[in-house]
């Protein structure tokens, strides 16, 4: 699969992508350097889990990029977070899934 890439779309605070021409979606809020990664919306048309985890690596690396502060709201992302150990240091200090 190609790389992921990722705009943010600051107007309607979500991380977007195109796959297969529909948009890929991570809706967010953001507070005092903490960004809320509140709704994964994936196609249906894109049944592929392998997708799914490339694009939340590529939201997360960006986020990390940013020295910001992950809170996975989204239990998808929560249970990415949970199997992905490498990511836990974007926890803010206190946060655990």
């Known amino acids: 699969m190609d790389e992921v890439v990722i705009n943010d779309n600051e107007f ?7 796959v297969n021409g529909k ?3 991570i809706e967010y809020a953001s507070q ?32 990390e990029e940013r020295n910001l502060s992950v809170v996975p709201t ?12 490498e990511f836990k240091d974007l926890l803010p200090v206190g946060i655990r899934i």
């Open 74 to 85: 989204s239990p998808h992302i929560a249970r990415f977070l949970r199997k992905h150990k």
């Open 23 to 25: 948009l890929a979606k």
């Open 32 to 63: 005092e350097r903490k960004v809320f990664l509140t709704k994964l919306t994936i196609p249906e048309e894109v049944d592929d889990p392998a997708f799914k985890d490339q694009f939340i690596t590529a939201v997360l690396k960006q986020i």
């Open 12 to 18: 309607l605070r979500q991380f977007e992508t195109q």
